[in-house]
């Protein structure tokens, strides 16, 4: 498991024999990897870093093209403890590494000039030292340049000192993390308890692919075919009754069953997703494809909704099959089977329309347009 660590060198181990005598102790910190799809890929070209700088107020929703990536912190207090948890879901200053062994020597062997340089670079090693918070730090960072200034430090006693506070300051986590499309990159950061340095936890970071990655609607059309369902009575006439009396009786069932012309809408992803469930929602793989559907029919006279679960090829054929809201003939409530009345009503007396779940069953195709539009002509 990919381990962080800290770029842990004296910052300023050789100015003169006066300037920092030692270095900043930075416990090496502990990360938990919950990573999907991580690697150990060696830092170049394609590695890219994302950086995460506390004490600044964080930013919690970010962008992120699919990549490799490889985090970053900043602005860590250098004394403190740090976890760093980062797991897949389906800017602050360049880096600089302190100057090497032989510019240190170089730089040792030049005579010291005259400056109160010495007790200034002592004063902000002193100063992180004792830092407890990340805003802490923010602040040291944003006076140094100008109280080194003051302190009449050579633009080379400068760089040295501020290399040695971006390492003491940056926390860089091993390893590299790859994000493919429709996943996210997410990160987490505690801050433990260190002698007087209180623990806390970060807000979650999220790095998001772009929607654009995701997939498509498409639209389809075909048609559905559906149970009637529809209960028909008639008023029967009861024999040597006087005054005359009715019995209201059902019709045997022969209607059969109906097709209803109609469109259904469909999510394709252009990728896998890293939750189960959503690639169960809506998959797309090697020509085939497949997830929930939902459409309406064209008979807007007696409107029908759709909701199912669908399976093509191409992008163009479909079958599907679910639960159809649509409009079926019932007795009115008004009425009971089998009660005697006495006057002749009409079938459309005896019922009404009301609307029940069905089962159907439908086969749709993609088009450009809607084959099931009237010509000028009307036909």
């Not at 022969?254 to 998959?283: C, D, K, T, V």
């Not at 191409?314 to 008004?334: E, P, Q, S, T, W």
Request: aromatic share 10%; net charge negative.
């Amino acid at each position: 498991m990919p381990e962080a660590r800290i770029f842990h060198r004296c910052w300023m181990p050789v100015l003169a024999s006066f300037l920092f005598a030692g270095c900043v102790s930075a416990p090496t910190p502990r990360t938990t990897d919950t990573r999907a799809d991580s690697s150990t890929a060696p830092r170049d070209g394609t590695v890219e870093q994302k950086r995460i700088t506390l004490g600044t107020g964080l930013t919690t929703k970010r962008s992120i093209e699919p990549g490799t990536y490889e985090i970053v912190v900043l602005n860590r207090v250098p004394t403190a403890n740090y976890r760093i948890e980062g797991r897949i879901e389906h800017d602050g200053p360049a880096i600089i590494d302190p100057l090497s062994r032989e510019e240190q020597a170089a730089l040792a062997q030049q005579p010291a000039q005259p400056s109160t340089c010495s007790s200034e670079a002592e004063a902000v090693e002193n100063e992180l030292r004792s830092a407890k918070t990340e805003e802490a730090v923010v602040g040291i960072g944003e006076t140094i340049a100008s109280r080194l200034s003051r302190a009449r430090c050579s633009e080379q006693e400068v760089e040295v000192i501020r290399r040695g506070f971006l390492s003491a300051t940056t926390l860089r986590v091993d390893g590299t993390y790859t994000v493919s499309a429709t996943q996210d990159l997410v990160v987490r950061i505690f801050r433990d308890q260190t002698g007087d340095i209180k623990a806390k936890e970060f807000p979650e970071i999220r790095f998001e692919t772009p929607d654009k990655t995701v997939g498509k609607w498409i639209a389809l059309y075909g048609v559905n075919y559906i149970e009637s369902d529809d209960e028909s009575f008639f008023a029967q006439a009861n024999p040597s009754t006087d005054p005359q009396t009715y019995t209201i009786t059902e019709q045997a069932d022969r209607s059969g069953s109906e097709f209803s012309p109609s469109i259904y809408f469909m999510f394709i992803r252009e990728a896998p997703h890293s939750n189960w469930l959503m690639n169960l929602i809506s998959w797309n793989s090697d020509g085939y494809f497949g997830g929930v559907t939902a459409g309406i029919g064209f008979d807007f006279d007696s409107p029908t909704a759709f909701l199912g679960y669908g399976v093509g090829f191409g992008h163009n054929i479909m079958l599907n099959a679910g639960v159809a809201m649509r409009k079926v003939d019932r007795l009115n409530g008004r009425y009971e089977p089998d009660q005697v009345i006495t006057e002749n009503l009409s079938d459309d007396q005896l019922t009404e329309e009301t609307y029940e779940p069905g089962l159907f069953l439908g086969l749709s195709f993609r088009f450009g347009s809607n084959p099931f539009k009237k010509t000028d002509s009307g036909n």
